[in-house]
Nanobody
Framework: QVQLVESGGGLVQAGGSLRLSCALS????????MGWFRQAPGKEREFVGG????????NYAGSVKGRFTISRDNAKNTVYLQMTSLKAEDTAVYYCAAKRVAVVLSPNANQYDYWGQGTPVTVSS
């Protein structure tokens, strides 16, 4: 059974940086394309970005492009979300997701099969 565990969330001031991690267990990490999503209070879950299983291909939501970077370390079974220039509107619970394919082109959450429990990020202005 594939399990995803996020970590690294917390409270940060606007303009600051934070790095989230997501570790996969119960499967061969390098078989999975990974995605990051977020859900703010009272809002729907939204796509943040994704990375192919080899790490060569990434895509991002327009709202985070140029500020957030997704990377992965297949030797550590971990995907990262490096967040910089954080804004108050980045406040949300952040989730990682996985699908056993080379790459997920769609930003739709229903494309992914496995989800973590989420880690909260609060950006104070």
């Amino acid at each position: 059974q594939v399990q995803l565990v996020e970590s690294g969330g917390g409270l940060v001031q606007a303009g600051g940086s934070l790095r989230l991690s997501c570790a996969l267990s119960g499967g061969t990490f390098s078989d999975y394309a990974m995605g990051w999503f977020r859900q703010a209070p009272g809002k729907e879950r939204e796509f943040v970005g994704g990375i192919s299983r080899g790490g060569s291909r990434t895509n991002y939501a327009g709202s985070v492009k140029g500020r957030f970077t997704i990377s992965r370390d297949n030797a550590k079974n971990t995907v990262y979300l490096q967040m910089t220039s954080l804004k108050a509107e980045d406040t949300a619970v952040y989730y990682c997701a996985a699908k056993r394919v080379a790459v997920v082109l769609s930003p739709n959450a229903n494309q992914y099969d496995y989800w973590g429990q989420g880690t909260p990020v609060t950006v104070s202005s």
